[in-house]
């Protein structure tokens, strides 16, 4: 079954204390990205990449770093987590090309940050 | 800012009835205009997309209606049904880059 996977699924801790969340799709895509949900404001991207070791910012990347070296997995890291941080999180992922190739959305993760 | 807005913020429609949410954009850049439907504890699923060239598109039910002038677009839900309830999200992206709405809670009545 094609599929993005995000783990944790719910996660609290506490300011200060790295975390990491992963994500893995199996449909061999190679446009990965991250976005945070919270009301009133949307889905905001975080970081995208268009392929191994080549990633960009999207429109709030501060506080968020992210890694890919493989094609498959697209962790998403909170070097130091603060309480603003505290969100909801997808990881998504599609087919590289023009923009008319649907991304594919995990289950999210809710990350709260005491 | 926002780049797309969107509008209402939250809907209630009878069973039958006509869903219509607007959508607003700025930047004449953005290639695709796609619109995601979101159940709780999921994560948003492609419903229907849209290109500027094209000014409708119908998918059964769903139709995106595309003002490339007002640069505005929106989506019309015929006939709609409580499974229809959701948080419905339109976005635009210029490939790379995705920019959403805020989101328009659905609440369809029996």
Redesign the interface.
Known sequence: EAQ?TQNPRYLITVTGKKLTVTCSQNMNHE?M?W?RQDP??????IY?S?NVEVT?K??VPEGYKVSRKEKRNFPLILESPSPNQTSLY?C?SRRWG???Q??H????TRLSIL | Q??VK?SP?SLIVQKGGISIINCAYENTAF??F?WYQQFP??????LI?I?PDVSEKKEGRFTISFNKSAKQFSLHIMDSQPGDSATY?C?A???????????TSLTVIP
């Open positions: 993005v446009y990205s976005y009133g404001l949307g889905l905001r991207q995208y268009m960009d999207g429109d997808f998504a023009r923009g008319n649907p991304q959305f995990g289950d999210g | 926002q780049q969107q913020q290639d695709y796609p504890g999921k994560g948003p699923a492609l997309a290109r999200f976005a992206t210029t490939g790379n880059q995705f920019y959403f709405g805020t989101g």
